[in-house]
């Protein structure tokens, strides 16, 4: 028995689910690749995070390599309220700092839509 | 006999029974929440099967079968059991962020583009300190521009040398483009008006100050035949005031590629052109090479 203190149960078992999956001996890459695409379709934004938490953890990179990849994803070109509401992030800027902060990053909205969703 | 009257009983007064059973799993499912209302990494605790203890390693008999129900319920903000769960959610959403390692959240953002990384960095201010993280921004540098200059310490951090790169990179595919549409007066907007701009162009003429350059500018463009040509290889190197940047140009012809430099200078809050030098056309003929005069 080994005791691994920072996973909870049914974050491993996913891990477990999708370990079984990899080292199938007659599972072709194209497989493997639809596997994945279903096991983290729909996944939560914490289940995200603990899949995460564990990938790292136990070093598993081919899981953490997929799962940051999802949560990037997440947040590739979408607005700044999507990406708060989403991963459940508390702004506690005030406008006038937000409104500074934008200037700050001016370059970066050039050609990109802000409100994108 | 007693089993009649008690199926009668029950049939009777099923509305009372179901109104009661409903009652019943309500008093439950707040009692459970209340049980399990505290910040956790887990998802939704309101499950009623859910009572062994979680920090082991034993596995979880709902495996993965139900994230796909908890997850609609999550996206459409909360359903059933509406406002435990989004508080709870609440509750646990930012702290979750911290209390992923960092490596983890540094690694989550090099698969973002510098737009997106720019928008997190927006949402509050702990994502602000991660998303300026500067080896998060030198990776983007290095993904989006060279690998050249690992061993570069930008004297402002990665974030604003990738900032003065892009720019860079924009004005001078702004230069090609003013080019390409032979547009003058724009040519005569980006050059530094100074006498010490300098232009060699492909025909192997040079061209020293402003109003010189500005008329090499316009014979080229009243040239009937312009061949498209594309820029490959641009390499920048960006300093306080100055910056340089080289690149290849192939043309249609088939010429072989051109070597160009560009020069710019900062004033007055924006980038000027100062030195464009062009690698000579050469011509053969028969077996001879000259260079193409004017």
Not at chain 2, 224 to 231: G, M
Request: charge should be negative; charged fraction near 20%.
């Amino acid at each position: 028995m080994i005791p691994l203190p920072l996973i909870d149960g049914r974050t491993l078992a996913r891990v477990i689910t999708y370990l079984n999956k990899h080292t199938e001996d007659d599972a072709s890459d194209e497989a493997k690749r639809k596997f994945d695409e279903e096991f983290l379709y729909g996944m939560e934004v914490g289940v995200l995070y603990d899949a995460a938490l564990a990938a790292n953890y136990l070093d598993i990179g081919g899981l953490f390599h997929e799962v940051c990849q999802r949560i990037a994803d997440g947040m590739m070109n979408k607005s700044v309220e999507w990406v708060r509401k989403t991963f459940h992030i508390e702004s506690e800027f005030t406008s006038e700092e937000e409104v500074q902060i934008k200037k700050e990053y001016a370059w970066a909205w050039e050609g990109v839509d802000s409100n994108a969703d | 006999m007693g089993s009649t009257i008690s199926s009668i009983f029950f049939v009777t007064d099923y509305w009372s029974f179901m109104v009661a059973v409903a009652a019943t799993l309500l008093c439950f499912l707040f009692a459970t929440a209340l049980v399990f209302r505290k910040p956790k990494l887990e998802g939704s605790p309101s499950e009623l099967n859910s009572l062994k203890p979680r920090d082991c390693a034993c596995l979880g008999e709902d495996s993965g079968v139900d994230s796909g129900e908890e997850m609609t319920a999550r996206l459409s903000g909360g359903g059933k059991e509406n406002g435990v769960e989004m508080a709870v959610d609440r509750q646990t959403g930012a702290s979750m962020m911290e209390q992923l390692v960092p490596e983890i959240t540094t690694h989550a953002l090099s698969y973002l583009d510098y737009p997106s990384l720019c928008r997190l960095s927006m949402t509050n201010s702990l994502m602000r300190k991660a998303a300026n993280d500067d080896n998060a921004w030198k990776a983007l540098y290095h993904k989006d521009f060279t690998l050249e200059q690992d061993n570069v310490t930008p004297p402002n951090g990665w974030k604003a040398y990738y900032a003065a790169t892009r720019a860079i990179v924009t004005i001078n595919a702004e230069f090609f483009r003013i080019v390409r549409e032979r547009l003058l007066p724009a040519m005569g907007q980006l050059w530094l008006n100074a006498d010490y701009v300098k232009c060699f162009h492909a025909t192997g003429e040079s061209f020293s100050g402003y109003n010189a350059v500005m008329e090499s500018w316009q014979l080229a463009f009243s040239w009937e035949n312009v061949a498209d040509f594309q820029i490959q290889d641009v390499r920048t190197r960006v300093l306080t005031d100055l910056a340089w940047v080289t690149m290849k140009v192939f043309v249609d012809i088939g010429a072989g590629p051109f070597n160009v430099t560009n020069i710019f200078e900062f004033h007055n809050g924006r980038w000027y052109m100062v030195h464009h030098h062009s690698s000579a056309l050469l011509i053969h003929r028969g077996g001879q090479q000259q260079l193409m005069q004017a």
